[in-house]
């Protein structure tokens, strides 16, 4: 059965530097989404992406947060100046077309901002 | 304010036995409920999915509920097995169309024990 992955599955880095977190989404699917879960929290959504642009964003995601489709197939999130605060679960999800609304979870890249 | 609240915090109970999750919401447009289950260090995993003409439905040892009238459901998890250890998260998809929107409780972690 196809399914969401993600790369890598835990990356530690240091406050300030940048970190590229890598999803597959379903290949059929056209709509794309990243959340996050900080340990003990709610998941909490973070930006939507359709038509290679996004659709819908949070308030978290300002602009060290950035999204891209650099090919068919893998959809990226980019931050850029990592913070103590970023270190969180990062879920990326991706859906078809239809009114099922029904998003299919990655197993998620666990960030820690040192 | 859209809000989805989950009851209990926590739950351990022993293997074979029988338990019920709550989830009170307060979204509107209503769109649909969904049960995730969350593995530790995992992506969520859609359990069943409940829109607002469905009262009941079930997905193996699970069975969720829906009252719309008083925004309220429930799991309901049969002879539970020690797979069942997990996080499950209710979440309720508000708005209509394009604007549809997912609103995440913090969840119910069960705890199945020998």
């Known amino acids: 059965e196809p399914e969401v992955t993600q790369t890598p599955s835990h990356q530690v880095t240091q406050m300030g530097q940048e970190v590229i977190l890598r999803c597959v989404p379903i290949?059929?699917?056209?709509?794309f989404y990243w959340y996050r879960q900080i340990l003990g929290q709610k998941v909490e959504f973070l930006v939507s992406?359709?038509?290679?642009?996004?659709?819908?964003k949070s308030e978290i995601f300002d602009d060290q947060f950035s999204v891209e489709r650099p090919d068919g197939s893998n959809f990226t999130l980019k931050i850029r100046s990592t913070k103590l605060e970023d270190s969180a679960m990062y879920f990326c999800?991706?859906?078809?077309?239809?009114?099922?609304?029904?998003?299919?979870f990655g197993p998620g890249t666990r960030l820690t901002v040192t | 304010k859209n809000q989805v609240e989950q009851s209990p915090q926590s739950l351990i109970i022993l293997e074979g036995k029988n338990c019920t999750l709550q989830?009170?919401?307060?979204?509107?447009?209503?769109?649909?409920l969904r049960w995730y289950k969350q593995d530790t260090g995992r992506g969520p995993v859609s359990l069943t999915i409940?829109?607002?003409s469905e009262n009941t439905k079930s997905n193996g040892r699970y069975t969720a509920t829906l009252d719309a009238d008083t925004k309220q459901s429930s799991l309901h998890i049969t002879a539970s097995q020690l797979s069942d250890s997990a996080s499950y998260i209710c979440?309720?998809?508000?708005?209509?169309?394009?604007?549809?929107?997912?609103?995440w409780g913090l969840g119910t972690s069960l705890g199945v024990n020998p």
């Open positions: 989830c009170n919401y307060t979204v509107s447009p209503f769109s649909n």
């Open positions: 409940m829109t607002f």
């Open positions: 290949s059929n699917h056209l709509y």
């Open positions: 999800a991706s859906r078809q077309q239809v009114a099922s609304y029904e998003q299919y």
């Open positions: 979440v309720v998809t508000g708005g209509v169309g394009n604007n549809r929107k997912l609103i």
């Open positions: 992406f359709y038509n290679n642009e996004i659709s819908e």
